[in-house]
């Protein structure tokens, strides 16, 4: 682990918390026997199994050993490694439905894969995130040259059928994405640009909304974005006045020109809040190597042979990390960090911006983030003393506990308002 000077500093504006108390709660839970009886005067062992709080990173690396698993292959040591480094820190993982990836030919998309992939990080306890269901860009090539009319049914059906058939799987979705550059995007051609422009960015958001929830009424919609102006918050409003209910706000960092600070995170904070929306950071991104350079408007232009992680870079990585994540779960509005990539190997752009070295060795970042999330976040296994009628106060980080007496044990969830919890034990397995 590191063991330098920390760039963390005690948030000083009003709407952060560095004490944490709305990530905490206190709860009363009546221990009962198996058969129903309160477990009067025990000792009982509770000890914290999940944060409420999403720790999330791209689950794009591990959909190749996930799927190999499912078909009974043992998978690389390199990735067995991987995948338990990744389990041990983050508890959501972003999925890959870029539809020119998802579907590359017409009418033969990923789904049993990416099926696969996604209950196989549903069965460790990790909530999965589908992302996007309607972007410009990672489009498929035979949507090109259709006419407006047959791409606009063409992508209500993607969303519908997507939204749709993972439900119970996939559950939260960045319902479209970068809808700020959309019509005016010129990068490469695409299908759905033409189609923002004669309908509007309002309208092609109503779009996404409003077929994956008829598709999904229990989803969780993102409205994502990486444009951190007042051309965001513009088009929220205009979403907003609209009457379109966006569930999540989520908001891009990718620092790949150089680490955000506090003061300007603390500022974005201060301004997208105001919505009241509780806030995903869906995408970021620190470097442990030299940073781009500042006169690269599209990052997508910029392209090197070799982009190595240092170990200055590293060193810098963790304290950014560490300050980074800090800053965001001290502050209320948000809800879910997700990092875009645990590895160097196959980083976006090439870039040295992974936890983990390509050789799948830790980065010191790695170990700062699990020493946050699994140590000084995290709730110690406790025993103490229920009451004559069964009952033990219960305090610590919010998310999913565990009770356990005499060989039987019982989970429960720690969350905010919840003033009583009633659980009866069983056998452990």
């Known amino acids: 682990m590191s063991t330098t000077t920390s760039l963390y500093t005690p948030p000083v504006s009003c709407a952060v918390d560095p004490g944490l108390a709305h990530r905490r709660a206190t709860t009363a839970v009546t221990v009962r026997g198996a058969d129903g009886t309160p477990l009067a005067d025990a000792d009982v062992v509770v000890e914290q199994t999940g944060h409420e709080f999403l720790f999330g990173n791209i ?13 009974g292959e043992a998978g690389s040591e390199h990735d067995r490694a991987f995948a338990e480094r990744w389990l041990d820190v983050f508890n959501m993982a972003t999925m890959p439905f870029y539809w020119g990836t998802f579907e590359p030919s017409e009418g033969e998309p990923r789904t049993d894969e990416l099926m696969t992939a996604s209950r196989w990080f549903q069965d460790q306890g990790v909530l999965v995130k589908g992302h996007p269901l309607v972007w410009h860009t990672v489009q498929p090539k035979w949507l090109l040259g259709k006419p407006l009319e047959e791409v606009e049914r063409l992508q209500r059906e993607r969303i519908r059928r997507d939204a749709g058939g993972f439900a ?20 490469e051609e695409n299908g759905i640009t033409p189609l923002a422009r004669v309908k509007g960015r309002v309208e092609m958001i109503r779009m996404a909304f409003e077929e994956a929830r008829a598709a999904n009424p229990n989803a969780t919609l993102l409205l994502n974005d990486f444009d951190m102006s007042t051309a965001y918050e513009c088009l929220i409003e205009a979403v907003l006045e609209a009457g379109i209910t966006i569930d999540k706000l989520g908001l891009q960092s990718h620092q790949h020109q150089g680490y955000w600070g506090r003061e300007k995170t603390l500022r974005i904070l201060d301004r997208f809040s105001r919505y009241n929306i509780p806030i995903h950071f869906t995408e970021t991104t620190l470097l442990s190597g030299e940073p781009m350079p500042k006169h690269i408007v599209d990052l997508n232009d910029w392209r090197v042979e070799s982009w190595p992680s240092t170990p200055e870079g590293e060193e810098r990585q963790a304290d950014e990390v560490e300050e980074w994540y800090r800053t965001l779960v001290s502050h209320p509005q948000v809800e879910a960090i997700t990092y875009w990539g645990m590895g160097d190997r196959g980083m976006w752009l090439g870039a040295p911006g992974g936890l983990v070295r390509t050789d799948g060795t830790p980065k010191p970042a790695f170990d700062r983030l699990r020493s946050l999330v699994k140590d000084e976040w995290w709730t110690a296994p406790t025993t103490l003393r229920t009451d004559a009628a069964g009952r033990v106060d219960v305090s610590g980080f919010r998310g999913g506990y565990r009770v356990a007496a005499a060989g039987a044990s019982a989970p429960f969830t720690l969350g905010a308002g919840a003033e009583a919890v009633e659980v009866t034990l069983a056998p452990t397995r």
Do not use: C, K, R
């Not at 689950?59 to 078909?71: D, K, M, P």
């Not at 979705?173 to 700020?180: G, Y």
């Open 168 to 187: 119970g799987v996939i559950d939260i979705w960045d319902a479209i994405n970068e809808v700020v550059i959309m019509p005016v995007f010129e990068a």
């Open 59 to 71: 689950g794009f690396e591990l959909v190749e050993h996930a799927t190999a698993l499912a078909s």
